[in-house]
């Protein structure tokens, strides 16, 4: 009898795991259907982290096998797979290189994909672990942002990480992509802890012509 392989899916790791640095693995039990795809799927081992355990449940539902064989005839099957949520610590250097070779490559024809490509590595940078006082890596966001979405970080460049930049970067560089439509969404939800945490960074005035400055560059 061949067993099912798991051939493809897409890992569903939360921006808010991913801000906090959450990590663990899952173990989920699978049916897989005669299709190849998963029909049901449980938690079999949790992680120890609701967020995690409910977000491979999500995963395991994109799941795609080859189906399990006996002989000719294609069977359902059910089947363990790991999960493994781990965050992967963005490296300045390498990302600005990234970075810098999408813009580029859009630059000199448009590309759907490549806009979400771009998109995703800047979501990288904003929703990898930080704190407040984590501004090492302005000086890249500075450099591959477009001068109107700089400039909202005006004064603000020593003293505060400016990951709001790359939201707004995404919107004003493509504003008819639906990237920048989730981009917008995306700051949206940002926004509610961003802002809780630019007031206990900053004082009253700074933090409100900063947030004022935010929402006039995108509308929100």
């Known amino acids: 009898m061949l067993v099912p392989v798991l051939l493809d899916y897409d890992l569903d790791y939360p921006d808010e795991a991913r801000r906090q640095g959450m990590e663990g693995t899952v173990y989920v039990r699978v049916l897989v259907g005669r299709s190849g795809k998963a029909s049901n799927a449980m938690i079999a081992k949790t992680s120890g982290n609701q967020i995690l355990d409910s977000a491979a449940i999500r995963t395991a539902r994109t799941f795609r096998f080859s189906p399990a064989m006996a002989g000719e005839e294609v ?12 965050f992967r ?3 300045y250097t390498e990302w600005f290189a990234e970075v810098e070779v999408l813009q580029k490559r859009i630059e000199r ?6 806009v979400d490509e771009l998109y995703e590595l800047y979501r990288q940078m904003i929703f990898s672990p930080w704190d407040v006082r984590d ?7 500075k450099a591959v942002v477009v001068e109107g979405a700089a400039k909202i970080w005006e004064s603000y460049w020593s003293v505060y990480p400016a990951r709001v930049v790359l939201f707004v970067d995404i919107i004003t560089r493509y504003p008819d992509s639906f ?17 809780i945490k630019m007031r206990h960074s900053l004082d009253p005035v700074r933090t409100d012509t900063l947030i004022n400055r935010i929402l006039e560059a995108v509308k929100l």
């Open 89 to 91: 610590e963005v490296e």
């Open 135 to 141: 501004v090492e890596f302005n000086e890249y966001v």
């Open 179 to 195: 990237t920048a439509l989730k981009a917008r969404a995306d700051l949206n939800n940002f926004m509610e802890q961003e802002k």
């Open 109 to 114: 024809q448009y590309d759907r994909e490549a």
């Open 75 to 86: 069977l359902q099957s059910w089947v363990m797979v790991p999960i493994e949520f781990k």
